[in-house]
């Protein structure tokens, strides 16, 4: 569930009311001099970057820890005439707790860093309701149903359907570091390999269930590494292979 804050303080970093003393805050960096994966844009008029940032932590072998941050800013003059910083109008967060293989959320924690209107946090509350969901196919729908238009906050629905698919990925790492726990090569092929692929059935053109790709699978093939792994392998002076057996 939501903690219960004062309205002074709806950070879910922050430890408010009786604790304000020892209160700690953690931002988003908005260093403009961060890198970028963007092209340089020195010669452009930026007029306005927003940011996301989401990391998956694995807490067990059967639940994970989802951070989300969203964070809009104004650069240095526009809104405030001769002011030499950027101006942060937005930095939203979301902390959920998922549980594995089903995915389902078993705990939400919804907060404000920085916000426009006194009225925002208002809305806060409401997103206990994402407790129960499970973010698979249909959940993207199922959040623009629930906090959609007045029913939400822009920003922090926007940033859930940035996280759903971070987590969908982080249940491939949390299987690859069971299958290394248990002794079996990331892309061995065995009857869980399967099950693992299973569910990218239709996610994509390479995941088609007639595509080629799966056509491979279904016929036994090794499976090839991720490009960046085969790379990497060879840049250490190691075999690709390893990626099917140690």
Known sequence: ML?????????????????????????????????????????????HPRRYETRVYRLNESEMLVRGAITDTKPPGLYVLDDPEELE?????????????????????????THPHTSCPRILDHYSNLVGLSIARGFTHKVRELFGGPRGCTHITALLQAMAPAVVQATWSMAVRKRRDDGVAPGAVDKNRENMLAGNINTCHVWA????????????????????????????GRKPEEWRVF
């Open 3 to 47: 903690s219960q804050k004062p309205p002074s303080c709806t950070s879910i970093y922050e430890m408010c009311g009786e604790h304000s003393n020892a209160r700690h805050t953690k931002t988003m960096t908005n260093d403009s001099t961060a890198p970028s994966l963007l092209p340089p844009d020195d010669d452009l008029d930026i007029i």
């Open 209 to 236: 269930e007639d595509g080629e790709h799966l056509q491979e699978v279904r016929e036994g093939k090794p499976p090839e590494p991720p490009l960046q792994v085969t790379e990497r392998l060879i840049e250490l």
């Open 89 to 113: 109008i937005h930095q939203m967060q979301i902390e959920m707790k998922v549980k594995v293989p089903e995915l389902k959320i078993t705990s939400v924690q919804a907060g404000f860093e």
